[in-house]
Structure formats: structure tokens, C-alpha cells
């Protein structure tokens, strides 16, 4: 069932406008755990960083699996509130990952396989993890997915490698909610439309796309104001 999204006159969303908090820097290789924050949201911070920052309070992160998690729970490391787990995972072993038990929802980037991104996206929903989508997807692959996260209970977390790809998963994300053609708004993203949303058609669209992670969220944010978006 589409969830309506009333448009009207541009205005003010305060707090929780459609861009608060959605953009995470991604890892980089080399940052230290104590160099973490002044991001719009979240930055995702690798495991493996955390491990060896005992006394360093590395404040609320994304933490990015690349170890396992049971060597977190042993080893010393950095204090921190994990805002939610992010997890690179082979479609051949997206049964260990659904397996996992974290104190925080984990979202979980399925590879290259024999699962569709669509079906990934199903078997993640259905059993209560968050579907990751990744950057450079298809507009086939991406109105597939999103046709499943309209009806699911959980929401998705992305990737993008620009201001343009935000602005399409944005678009994609309020066409599947309100029933629109979602491959032409993915094709043809129109800024115009995401600002006129109130606050409640904003927040509905956020309980849908938790946060993309990018390498540069001051830049994609500078770019998504220069085209409107606040």
C-alpha cells in the first residue's frame, strides 16, 4: 500500500528535516578512532580500529565489521555507542550474517552472487536486519530493492559516491512510498519536490532511509544545498 506523502508549500522542517543526520563519512584507511566527529551524522569507524584505543571515547559511530565481532566483545578497546552495525557480506554467507547477535540493528551489504539485490533485501527484511544498498547499482536493481522496502518493517542504509546519487535515492525513496513511477524518479531526481515536503512526509521518508554513507559529507552537503535541500 503506498504511504501518502503530501506536497505543499516549502517551509521550515526544523530539527528533523529530510537531511538530518544522513550522511556518514565512510572508514578511511589510516583514521584513528579519536579523530571521529564534526560529520553530519554518525561516521562509520572500522572494528579493527577500535581495537587498541582503550581509554578513547570515540562517541556515537557506525561501527564497520571487518573482524569478528566476538574479538570486539574480548579485546580492549575504544568506549563508543554504536549507533548500528555495518556488514560486507558474500551472498554465500549471508546465513552467518543473519546468524549474528549485536547490541545495535545491524545493516548488512550483501556482494556479488547468486541472490538478486531485490532478494538479499527480502531474506534481510524478513528476518529483521537492515538491507544495505550499495553505490552504482542499476535503476533496475534500485526500484526492485526499494519495491521491497515499501512494504517491509525495516528500513535500508546506502552508499553513494556523489550529491547526485543522494538526490536520486532520495527521489527513489518518496516515489516507492507515494506509489510513483520509482525508475523515473531515480532517472530523472527532481530537487524541487523533496523540499516541498513537510515534515511528516520528511520523517516517513527517513524511517525508510536510515543514512548513506559517502566519502565526503561536508562536500555531498554543500552540493545537496547548492540544489535546495537543507
Same mark, same amino acid.
Given at each position: 500500500? $503506498? ?21 556518514? +563519512? +565512510?572508514?578511511?584507511?589510516? %583514521? ?13 569507524? @572500522? ?15 557506525? #561501527? ?26 558474500? $551472498?554465500?554467507? &549471508? =546465513?552467518?550474517? @543473519? ?10 551489504? #550483501? =556482494?556479488?552472487?547468486?541472490? =538478486? ?6 531474506? &534481510? ?14 535503476? =533496475?536493481? %534500485?526500484?526492485?530493492?526499494?519495491? %521491497?522496502?515499501?512494504? *517491509?518493517?525495516?528500513?535500508?542504509? *546506502?552508499?553513494?559516491?556523489?550529491? *547526485?546519487?543522494?538526490?536520486?535515492? &532520495?527521489?527513489?525513496? %518518496? ?51 547548492? *540544489?535546495?535541500?537543507?
Amino acid at each position: 500500500m $503506498a504511504i501518502p506523502l503530501s506536497l505543499g508549500v516549502p517551509r521550515s522542517r526544523g530539527p528533523q528535516s529530510l537531511l538530518e543526520g544522513l550522511l556518514s +563519512a +565512510a572508514p578511511t584507511a589510516g %583514521v584513528s578512532a579519536d579523530t571521529i566527529g564534526g560529520t553530519v551524522g554518525p561516521r562509520v569507524v @572500522l572494528a579493527s580500529t577500535l581495537i587498541g584505543c582503550h581509554g578513547t571515547d570515540a562517541g556515537r559511530i557506525i #561501527v564497520g565489521l571487518d573482524i569478528d565481532p566476538a574479538e570486539l566483545r574480548t579485546r580492549e578497546q575504544a568506549s563508543y555507542e554504536a549507533v548500528r552495525f555495518h556488514l560486507d557480506c558474500p $551472498a554465500a554467507q &549471508l =546465513g552467518d550474517a @543473519l546468524a549474528l547477535r549485536l547490541p545495535s540493528p545491524l545493516a548488512v551489504f #550483501v =556482494g556479488d552472487g547468486e541472490l =538478486g539485490l531485490a532478494e538479499s533485501a527480502q531474506q &534481510l527484511a524478513d528476518a529483521g536486519r537492515i538491507p544495505g544498498l550499495g553505490s552504482g547499482c542499476s535503476i =533496475g536493481e %534500485v526500484a526492485d530493492f526499494l519495491a %521491497v522496502l515499501a512494504h *517491509a518493517d525495516v528500513g535500508y542504509v *546506502a552508499r553513494a559516491c556523489d550529491a *547526485a546519487e543522494v538526490l536520486a535515492l &532520495l527521489s527513489g525513496t %518518496v516515489a516507492s512510498l507515494r506509489g510513483d513511477n520509482v525508475r523515473s524518479a531515480l532517472a530523472d531526481p527532481t530537487a524541487e519536490k523533496l523540499t516541498a515536503l513537510g515534515p511528516e512526509a520528511a520523517e516517513a521518508v527517513r524511517e525508510v532511509l536510515l543514512g548513506i554513507e559517502v566519502s565526503d559529507p561536508a562536500r555531498v552537503s554543500r552540493e545537496l544545498a547548492a *540544489a535546495g535541500l537543507r
